[in-house]
């Protein structure tokens, strides 16, 4: 709590000296109060970065929310109201003077399809001043199809996809390459996927920062469709279904298996593992519980099933580190007369 304490006064400390430098540097060199309308000349930001650095006061076009910032100018004295993009946004009289205003962007501030204003609010007048309010930084929530090809349009899902840009994620070995928009809204792009894509990462970018996929390009087992299979089936039970829309994790559907006590099933591929380090999948059930996993017959991992979809990567050396993947097999573990199973987003982790 000590420390709490002393960021927090030396915080203060630093907002304080911002608005006696501000004040000071005013161009109003009057030593009357000014009493006409507000003037906005400038916005800073205030504050730290997140490595402790105090925040250079310099002219920004650009904010960033949930961040504080120094609106300079004059005439603030009476302030009633600030907005972002026409949102009103929460100021402290104890943080105004004349010449300036420490205040937090508020985190819900609309940054698409608005004004792209600051506006100033007082009893002698309202000032507005030209600035942009960045997005947060991409999510990216998964794409589909995840085992796609040259030319295929893909469906990438995520939040915050302002005038995005999209590319193969740049590597240690590859640069980065562009990727074609199709089509774009805040949630939702639509890509055509360039050559010599397999084995790649997609990333997207807008103008605060970059999100990469879990999966790489060619990477699943199961993302809609089972890849591969060559034999298996259920030991016993309602059997599974491939094609269930009622719920996903990655794209549209799951794999559904409603499991009977301690029911399971085999299935076979051939998959060369050189590339993998882990084997990636997403579970949820109807109620909690587990199931047992292994590939090849190998070691049993238990795999916990809760009612909200877990993403996981197992590590292949807690799986026999097989060389090739000849066969997986599933059994529900719970000892509690069953449960109904949902399978995603299975495949495989580059090394």
């Not at 005439?75 to 300036?100: A, E, I, P, R």
Request: charged fraction near 20%; glycine fraction near 8%; include cysteine.
């Amino acid at each position: 709590m000590k420390n709490l304490k002393i960021v927090s006064i030396v915080a203060c400390l630093t907002w304080v000296l911002s608005l006696v430098f501000f004040t000071s540097c005013s161009n109003d060199d009057s030593t009357d109060v000014y009493t006409g309308a507000p003037v906005i000349e400038s916005v800073m930001p205030s504050g730290y970065n997140l490595d402790g650095s105090i925040k250079p006061l310099e002219p920004t076009k650009l904010v960033d929310p949930k961040n504080y910032y120094v609106i300079h100018g004059k005439g603030f004295l009476n302030t009633t109201k600030v907005y972002f993009n026409d949102y009103d946004t929460y100021f402290k009289s104890t943080f105004v003077t004349d010449t300036d205003i420490i205040i937090l962007v508020d985190e819900n501030t609309p940054y698409a399809n608005a004004s792209n204003k600051l506006k100033v609010v007082t009893k002698s007048g309202t000032a507005e001043f030209d600035l942009m309010v960045a997005p947060p930084v991409p999510t990216f929530s998964g794409f589909n199809y995840i085992n796609c090809a040259e030319g295929d349009e893909v469906v990438i899902k995520g939040k915050y996809f302002l005038d995005p840009i999209v590319t193969l994620a740049k590597t240690d070995t590859q640069p980065a390459v562009p990727v074609q928009v199709v089509s774009s809204t805040l949630e939702q792009i639509v890509v055509k996927i360039p050559a010599n894509a397999n084995h790649r990462y997609l990333a997207v970018a807008n103008i605060s920062g970059t999100a990469v996929s879990k999966e790489a390009i060619g990477t699943a087992l199961y993302d809609d469709k089972l890849y591969g299979m060559q034999w298996g089936g259920p030991w016993a039970g309602k059997g599974v279904n491939f094609d269930f829309a009622g719920d996903s994790y990655q794209g549209e559907k799951s794999w559904q298996w409603e499991f009977g006590p301690w029911d399971g099933g085999n299935w076979g591929f051939n998959v060369d593992m050189a590339p993998y380090k882990a084997f990636r999948i997403a579970v949820k059930g109807a109620k909690n519980g587990q199931v047992n996993f292994n590939l090849n017959g190998g070691p049993n991992y238990v795999i916990p099933v809760t009612t909200t979809w877990v993403y996981m990567e197992i590590p292949l050396d807690k799986l026999g580190n097989p060389s090739s993947l000849t066969m997986i097999t599933f059994q529900e573990s719970n000892n509690d007369g069953g449960n109904t199973v949902l399978f995603d987003d299975l495949g495989f982790v580059l090394k």
